[in-house]
């Protein structure tokens, strides 16, 4: 099985011209000149060579670095100066399946959660803290005892009401 990985690995880099090698799980479409940058410094000023830089032939590391490759990187200027060659190690792990999956599963849980999380944060603080709806008083009058229910209360008595009603919406 693992002699398809090299064909594979093989193929997957010649097809993407390596943009593959620098794909990642947060940035998926990668282009060519997504993964590495080129520049002439000249008499003119800076040239980018990026869109010229050539990707390899995958090179197994050898029989003792199984699943491993390097894969060379070239570019020449205009007036064909090339650059020194540079190496892309590429390493292939084997995963049990049942592991990548408890894994995965484990990402998407905490995804869910956090996103919960969010929304109930959201829905919580727009909701309006608004004092609930008291007895019939009026809190504004502060000479006279306010009618609530069948008894009397005080302006302070009132506020505390309030005060006590507003904490219970809050939490």
């Known amino acids: 099985q693992r002699s398809a990985y090299e064909s594979d690995i093989r193929s997957m ?22 993964c590495v ?15 010229r830089v050539s990707v390899g032939e995958p090179v197994p590391k050898g029989d003792d670095a199984p699943l491993q490759w390097t894969v060379p990187y070239n570019v020449m200027d205009d ?5 020194t060659t540079v190496w892309r190690d590429i390493i292939v792990e084997e995963v049990d399946i049942d592991d990548f999956e408890r894994r995965a599963k484990s990402q998407v849980d905490l995804a869910v959660e956090e996103a919960l999380t969010a929304e109930r944060r959201k829905r919580r603080d727009s909701r309006e803290r608004a004092c609930p709806p008291c007895d019939p008083c ?9 009618q609530r229910g069948a008894g009397m209360i005080s302006v302070a008595e009132c506020n505390a009401l309030c005060d006590r009603k507003m904490q219970a919406a809050a939490a």
Do not use: F
């Not at 940058?37 to 869109?51: I, P, Q």
């Open 79 to 83: 007036a064909g100066n090339k650059a």
């Open 138 to 146: 009026n809190c504004n009058d502060r000479h006279k005892r306010q």
């Open 37 to 51: 940058r080129a520049e002439d410094h000249t008499y003119k000023g800076v040239v980018d060579l990026t869109s």
């Open 13 to 34: 880099i010649e097809a993407t011209s390596g943009a593959e090698l620098c794909a990642t799980i947060a940035k998926p479409g990668v282009g060519p000149t997504d």
